[in-house]
Nanobody
Framework: VQLQACGGGLVQAGGSLSLSCAAS????????IGWFRQPPGEDREFVAF????????EYRDSMKGRFTISRDNAKNTAYLQMNSLKAEDTAVYYC????????????????WGQGTLVTVSS
């Protein structure tokens, strides 16, 4: 199983980035997908979640209205659109997959991508 997260980079505060997570080696439509992030020196934290069909999404409160999670099961890919970025959004962003219904803890997930670095300059 492989989850390949990409799309990170350097952006100015107020800007946007779109991350993608390409999955292989699993039946993508059977898995719920989460995005997490790990700021420098801090623990990994929940960002967003989308269920198998894409019909249900959940967000960390500080991301609501700024971030949008989506997926395309035909392309085995999930996305995270990030708008109005702030310096405190700087982190390594990870995508993860689970067949379970719990989603806010890293321990809820079976598979992880390698992470992509997002740096927001103020």
């Amino acid at each position: 199983v492989q989850l390949q997260a990409c799309g990170g980079g350097l952006v100015q505060a107020g800007g946007s980035l779109s991350l993608s997570c390409a999955a292989s080696g699993l039946t993508f439509r059977d898995y719920n997908i989460g995005w997490f992030r790990q700021p420098p020196g801090e623990d990994r934290e929940f960002v967003a979640f989308i269920r198998r069909s894409g019909g249900t999404t959940e967000y960390r409160d500080s991301m609501k209205g700024r971030f949008t999670i989506s997926r395309d099961n035909a392309k085995n890919t999930a996305y995270l659109q990030m708008n109005s970025l702030k310096a405190e959004d700087t982190a390594v962003y990870y995508c993860a997959a689970t067949r379970g219904n719990w989603y806010t803890s890293p321990n809820d997930y079976y598979y992880w991508g390698q992470g992509t670095l997002v740096t927001v300059s103020s």
